[in-house]
């Protein structure tokens, strides 16, 4: 009996002591398993937006690009028909010949100047539009265009006007200072100037568009 009990006993213990050694082995495998798999790896989508004010004033800059475009063919318009106005009548005395030029008149000569002076500014402003097309949100060049823009609008309006006041006595005359109009006798010379002088008004009209473009761009900015 007593050779059976202890049989019984040193199984029982062995038993234990097995299940024992058992246990760690697996626990150590198991960390063993997750330090081969490494930290946990977080992965973030991101996805692209779209940036609408960008958009909305790439839209504003390609607008103003073809604005000037129009204002660049509308001054040269008007300063080539003024610059080649002259007229000779066809008929003459001894000493006299009958003859009409724009550099006869200063208010003529100053609007050649004028939207001479704001052609080749529309020219040159050319790049600084196309920067506001390529980085909408740039504030330097839209700012400058702005205040040029604004001096070309004083400029070409001011030559515009002295030389419609000029066309209009050219066509109805001034009885109070016997200034006669002259339109029934130069009437291509009449014809040009009056075409040059509608040009430059569409030049200084675009130029107030091309002002209110800008402003509305920094004001959004």
Known sequence: MDSSQKSGEMAININETK????????????KGKAAALGPPIIV?????????????????????????????????AATATMGTTDQT????????????SYDDLPA???????????SAYLVL???????????PHVVGARLLLLILDTVMVALTTSGAAAAASIVYLAHNGNPNTNWNAICQQFNDFCQR????VVASFIT????????VLSAVALRRN
């Not at 003529?108 to 704001?118: D, H, L, M």
């Open 193 to 196: 100037v009056s075409g040059a």
């Open 44 to 76: 973030a989508a991101t996805k692209a937006t779209s940036d609408p004010k960008g958009g909305w004033k790439r839209g504003v800059g390609i607008f103003d690009f073809v604005l000037r475009l129009a204002a660049i063919g509308a001054a040269l």
């Open 108 to 118: 003529f000569t100053y609007f050649v100047i004028a939207n001479g002076v704001a």
């Open 125 to 135: 402003s050319l790049p600084f539009s196309i920067v506001c097309i390529v980085r």
């Open 89 to 100: 009548l066809p008929f003459f005395t001894q000493f006299l010949q009958f003859q009409a």
């Open 204 to 211: 200084a009209l675009i130029f107030v568009f091309l002002v």
């Open 19 to 30: 299940s024992a050694e058992i246990k760690p082995s697996k626990s150590k495998s198991g």
